[in-house]
């Protein structure tokens, strides 16, 4: 059962970060912001953490049935990871409407040119190994900044009776 609640956990950090927009947005800032994350490949980008989340989502399964790892993965692999590639459009729809209700159409306007100029593209095109970088370089970060707390707590768990996580 803890594997499963570790699941939930992750799917609903990965809902929180991404939150569904409660403001209707301008119609002609959507379309813009729709152009813009056109121009920037956002949904390749997305594409790109979801397959790192991935990795994730099946060791939480493997974990959770030990005994029955490759099965779980195939099981995710073949109802879980289509679902996810099916309903990425709608991740579109959720980025736009994050952008429009946070700039004008004009802005957006603004952004997109930013994009169409040489700099622009050079963004959009190193986008993909920033963010694998930079996943990366946060990952180590946190392990590294978790394993000094662990340090600093262990004297205190210890003298309460308390274990380590790990």
Known sequence: MRGGKML???LAAMLAATPLAANAADEAALEQARLVIRKTNALARADQVLSM???QIVGLLRNANPAQGDLAQKIF???GLPTFRKRMPEMGEVIA???ANRFTAD???QVGAFYDTPVGRKLID???GITQDSMAAGAAWGQSVAQDVLKQM???LEKRGLKAPI
């Open 126 to 128: 190193q986008m993909p």
């Open 97 to 99: 409407q994050v952008y």
């Open 53 to 55: 989340m991935m990795t």
């Open 8 to 10: 939930g956990v992750l």
């Open 77 to 79: 692999e073949e109802y």
């Open 107 to 109: 802005e957006l306007r």
């Open 154 to 156: 262990m004297p205190e």
